[in-house]
């Protein structure tokens, strides 16, 4: 069993910045892909990003492109998300997701654990 637990949610002004962190523990000892998904109030679950364990292979939503940068740290078993020029759209609950299958899904089915979420809001 893997444990994703997320971090580093807040508030922050339209064209701010904050960094999320996500921390998995457990059975880590084989890579895992690790994605970031959100969810808006009245909107379905949306992909984010995602980074092979590798940390080099990595896919954004055209939404952030060029302003998120999803990075990892094997070591600590962490993935980050860089989150610079934030907008208002960007206010949601952001997941952290992990999985040990190759494949690097935009959907939230190619993923076997989930964290609880952090909330992010931009105020505009």
């Known amino acids: 069993q893997v444990q994703v637990v997320e971090s580093g949610g807040g508030l922050v002004q339209a064209g701010g910045s904050l960094r999320l962190s996500c921390a998995a523990s457990g059975r880590t000892s084989r890579g895992y892909v690790m994605g970031w998904f959100r969810q808006a109030p009245g909107k379905e679950r949306e992909f984010v990003t995602v980074i092979h364990w590798n940390g080099v292979t990595t896919r954004y939503a055209d939404s952030v492109k060029g302003r998120f940068t999803i990075s990892r740290d094997n070591a600590k078993n962490t993935v980050y998300l860089q989150m610079n020029s934030l907008k208002p759209e960007d206010t949601a609950v952001y997941y952290c997701?992990?999985?040990?299958?190759?494949?690097?899904?935009?959907w939230g089915s190619g993923y076997d654990y989930w964290g609880q979420g952090t909330q992010v809001t931009v105020s505009s």
């Open positions: 997701a992990a999985t040990p299958r190759t494949t690097m899904s935009i």
